[in-house]
């Protein structure tokens, strides 16, 4: 990796941003910094920014990676003279690999086809199998008989370490799903609001953390195009947004908040729904009725009525 920049802070200290040719390829910008006694990393640098804030404010999201289960039980017999310590939540790397594969693969099967290799038109949910994977841990210590290395874990990280289509190569080999062209349309879709997640970051950080009042701002201050606002599910003959937006949010509430999802008037089986913390996410109607209620319940306003294409 090189580092490339340093950003001061308003309570005088410093956000490092590093890069490396495979994860900038992922959009992945690692940003770190040091608040308290909290080292603070981000996939890029609004979401260190966040971080910053949450700690500085001891609110929620707070919580200290070596404070969690998961790590506690890995990390429960690291030996004396410890030199180096590599920690990876695989069930996390997985996913987050899994929603970045998405967002290229589209493009993947087209050079592929024109390479004259036939790839799987669509991604499978593989979420059933992140949820088996345990976290993994490698470290290095000096003993009194010479220096000695430990791994134990998945491998997932190993296969995936510095390799940007890692995600991608595991799926090869997957079965191609039905539906292609529906599934296309739903990643293409999904892959606009993961842009507008990332204009809302930018907007929130020079906005005093506030979100804008509308999607429309996003283009007016040049932080999205006009077309990021159109989902290619949306029929021809629909004269609604294609977008439903939650205004009136910052970045000090809750991660899991809604914030942005399909109009689902146009949708079956499902809409892809953007989270305050960023990420995007294809939820069934059933599930999406009941976080979208339990959002609107934190934010204190009443649960719009929701109809599908389908219903």
């Known amino acids: 990796m090189l580092q490339v920049t340093s950003q001061p802070t308003e309570d005088g200290g410093t956000i490092h941003v590093w890069a490396s040719p495979p994860l900038a390829f992922a959009q992945l910008m690692p940003s770190w910094s040091i608040a308290k006694d909290h080292a603070i990393i981000g996939s890029n640098t609004a979401l260190c920014k966040m971080g910053l804030k949450q700690v500085a404010g001891g609110g929620a999201g707070a919580k200290s990676l070596l404070e969690t289960d998961k790590f506690k039980a890995a990390a429960a017999n690291l030996p ?3 030199l180096s310590l590599t920690y990876t939540d695989a069930e996390l790397m997985f996913n987050q690999m899994m929603m970045q594969a998405q967002q290229f693969w589209p493009l993947a099967t087209m050079a592929a086809t024109k390479a004259g290799i036939k790839l799987p ?3 499978p949910a593989l979420g059933h199998i992140a949820k088996e994977m345990k976290p993994s841990i490698e470290y290095s210590y000096a003993g009194p008989d010479g220096f000695h290395s430990h791994y ?3 491998g997932l990280e190993v296969s995936l370490r510095g390799v940007a289509g890692g995600a991608l190569a595991g799926a090869v080999v997957m079965p191609a799903l039905a539906r292609s062209r529906q599934l296309a349309r739903r990643v293409t879709s999904a892959t606009n609001l993961t842009g507008i997640g990332k204009a809302c970051l930018i907007y929130a950080n020079d906005h005093d953390d506030h979100l804008p009042p ?9 932080l999205i195009s006009p077309e990021v606002l159109e989902s290619k599910r949306r029929p021809k003959d629909f004269d ?3 977008y439903i937006y939650i205004p009136g949010q910052t970045l000090a509430m809750y991660p899991g908040n809604f914030v942005a999802y399909e109009n ?4 079956v ?5 953007l989270h305050l913390d960023s990420h995007v996410e294809f939820m069934k109607p059933d599930m999406f009725r009941e976080e979208l209620k339990t959002t609107c319940e934190r934010l204190g306003r009443q649960m719009p009525e929701i109809r599908f294409a389908d219903d």
Request: with cysteine; net charge negative.
């Open 80 to 82: 004396e003279g410890l």
């Open 121 to 123: 038109v669509m991604l």
């Open 152 to 154: 134990q874990g998945s």
């Open 214 to 222: 509308n999607l429309q701002a996003l283009v007016d201050e040049s």
């Open 240 to 242: 609604g947004p294609s």
């Open 264 to 267: 689902p008037q146009f949708c």
């Open 269 to 273: 089986e499902g809409v892809n729904v």
